[in-house]
């Protein structure tokens, strides 16, 4: 049994404004994970099913390899590389979809085909602080995955019997992604009973697992030995660890995007690390990741000092000058933060 999350005055809302829509946008966030590609190709299907068209996944940028498989990215736009197309996709749409982001920010160039577009718009997700924009929000930020909320809104709007695998497969896979492989924001027996449909449906978990944690380059495990070996910092009295790669060191390892996923969650697996801080040269900025355990919230703090935010044990951020600088900041900052 699982229980009624989505409140039936938004299950009507958007059952209504899916029903006068024919053609549908879906939107996700910049550097998509398992969760944005999973819950927006998830919905793509459906749509699909219900007769929509066309229907359309706008990616702002390329997604990692180790997410080729999902049923459906061969139709996925990059905004990136076909700025026009997107364009005129987003302005005549009937129905933008927002999954998996909280505020226009988070889509980086899209963000002015958004908020430009008569469209009316729905946004699914679960991260705190939701925008005001959308005509619709459907937000629970205590949900683990924007993919669960997909599956449940597809379940109350009576169309569980519309769910084929491939749509099973992108819900499991951001469920699977966005809680580690159930590794934490994984307690509610609902994830479990929605798993069990999803493994009703035909999804072969065990393939999945190994789809997406199993297919690292052989230069990607030496990037994590080398951030391991060489380039860990610890700070005992904080439980905290950084480790940081500049542009030099990722050519070196020929990195790709998706290599420097998962990096940042290593250092928590020593004993009495709580916080851990990973820094990465990106083309214009650096990217900085944030991860802790238990009640040790670091979205705040990413919010505070890195521009960023996102989830209390799982955030973001950026910053526009050095790594030594970037480095400089956190040191002189995070100690009033982390200091449980
Ligand atoms: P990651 O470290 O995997 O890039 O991001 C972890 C989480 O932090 C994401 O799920 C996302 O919610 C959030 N996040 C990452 N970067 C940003 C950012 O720049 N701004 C905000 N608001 N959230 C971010
Ligand atoms: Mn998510």
Redesign the pocket.
């Known amino acids: 049994m699982i229980s009624e999350k989505i409140s039936s005055k938004q299950v009507s809302d958007a059952k209504r404004m899916l029903s006068k829509a024919q053609s549908v946008a879906i939107l996700t966030h910049m550097?998509p994970?398992g969760d944005a590609l999973g819950s927006s190709l998830a919905m793509c299907h459906y749509l699909r099913t219900l007769g929509k068209e066309p229907v359309a996944v706008i990616s702002p940028n390329r997604f990692p390899e180790f997410l080729n498989w999902l049923p459906g990215t061969e139709d996925i736009l990059i905004y990136e590389n076909s700025e026009q197309e997107c364009n005129t996709i987003i302005a005549s749409a009937d129905l933008i979809i927002c999954l998996d982001f909280?505020?226009e920010?988070?889509i980086g160039k899209v963000e002015n085909a958004l908020t430009g577009s008569p469209a009316k718009k729905l946004m699914i997700d679960h991260?705190l602080n939701p925008a005001a924009f959308p005509d619709l929000v459907i937000s629970y930020p205590d949900s683990p995955s924007t993919a669960e909320l997909v599956f449940r809104l597809i379940c109350s709007m009576g169309d569980f019997n519309k769910i084929s695998l491939p749509i099973a497969e992108c819900i499991y896979t951001g469920m699977m992604t966005d809680t580690g492989n159930f590794s934490f924001n994984s307690n509610h027996i609902d994830t479990y009973n929605i798993i069990a449909e999803l493994v009703g449906i035909g999804v072969d978990k065990d393939r999945i697992y190994n789809l997406v944690f199993n297919t690292y380059s052989a230069d990607r495990m030496r990037l994590m030995g080398y951030c391991l070996y060489k380039k860990m910092k610890i700070y005992p009295e904080q439980h905290t660890a950084l480790i940081t790669l500049d542009r030099h060191e990722l050519f070196r390892f020929n990195f790709t995007s998706g290599d420097a996923e998962g990096l940042?969650n290593l250092p928590l697996q020593i004993k009495d690390v709580y916080y851990s801080v990973f820094m990465r040269e990106d083309k214009e900025k650096i990217?900085i990741?944030?991860r802790s355990q238990g009640d040790r919230p670091v979205n705040e703090y990413?919010?505070h000092y890195f521009?960023?935010?996102?989830?209390k044990n799982?955030?973001?951020?950026?910053n526009y000058e050095t790594i030594e600088k970037a480095v400089k900041l956190f040191e002189s900052t995070f100690k009033d933060y982390f200091n449980k």
């Not at 799982?314 to 950026?318: F, K, L, N, R, S």
């Open positions: 550097s994970d909280n505020e920010k988070r991260h940042v990217k990741s944030f990413a919010s521009n960023g935010g996102g989830h799982a955030a973001g951020g950026d």
